[in-house]
């Protein structure tokens, strides 16, 4: 039997690495962990309890919605796809709104919020035989990881993948706005103090934007055999 492994994904927003991080689940019969669907779903929390105002809000009132809190991954059959469930209610339809797309960046960067998650996210690990996709995967919550991937991909092929998903939903938002909110969430995801997007050293960098779907999940399929046969070669030679 082969041993099950922790494969960490990280990357820029949408540049793939959701979509790369469910068929390799899929393929390795693995978890898939969302942790992107993590933030935003403290996001969604944050603006039901309208915590915002503007872009100033105060995070000491909402630190004690944070100290139960619970999140469950779940398969759905009859959608093909992992929801994420809050506190036992499934939000994965809500988090994907722009509202919550315009805030989670502003939540991402709150060290008590990442503390906590941080903590969630390392515990999903214990059993190791998952996939997890973020921003600081390789570089902070999985180091350890035997496989590390970072996803990258031109602004305006990014910038069109996400039009034409809220496109898809029947949600009004011109391309301009939509990149213009990933240049945002670019400049927050790469500069923001604690834990910002960086390619770890020892990780395999993907770009994108002129690769298939089914060929990055077929680049990656080869990595994780090369390291199971690398992995029965040290233990014979051992």
């Known amino acids: ?18 979509t790369l ?8 019969k693995y978890t898939y962990i969302d942790t992107g669907a993590m933030y935003r779903s403290i996001t969604l929390l944050a603006i039901r309890k309208k ?9 000491t009132n909402f630190i004690p919605f944070l ?8 398969w759905n059959n009859k959608l093909n ?7 036992k ?14 805030k989670v960046s502003l939540i991402a960067r709150i060290p008590e919020i990442r503390k906590k998650l941080t903590i969630i996210q390392k515990n999903f690990g214990n059993k190791k035989g998952i996939v997890m996709d973020g921003r600081d995967i390789g570089s902070n919550i999985f180091p350890q990881s035997e496989l590390k991937i970072f996803m990258k991909g031109s602004i305006e092929v990014r910038s ?33 103090r604690i834990s910002p997007l960086k390619k770890p050293k020892d990780s395999i960098e993907i770009d994108s934007t002129l690769i298939s779907t089914e060929k990055q999940l077929n680049m990656v399929v080869q990595l994780i055999e090369n390291i199971r046969l690398s992995n029965r070669k040290n233990k014979n030679y051992i």
């Open 1 to 18: 039997m082969n041993q099950k492994m922790i494969i960490a994904i990280d990357g820029y927003s949408a540049s793939g690495k959701s």
């Open 21 to 28: 991080a469910q068929n390799l689940s899929k393929k390795l």
């Open 51 to 59: 915590m915002f105002h503007s872009d100033l809000w105060n995070i």
């Open 67 to 74: 100290i139960n809190i619970n999140f469950q991954f779940k």
């Open 81 to 87: 796809r992992t929801d994420i469930f809050i506190n």
């Open 89 to 102: 209610e499934n939000v994965q339809s809500e988090i994907r709104s722009i509202e919550v797309s315009n």
């Open 160 to 192: 069109y993948r996400r039009f034409e998903y809220f496109k898809k939903k029947g949600k009004k938002i011109s391309y301009e706005e939509v990149k213009k909110n990933l240049f945002y969430r670019d400049m927050m995801d790469l500069y923001r």
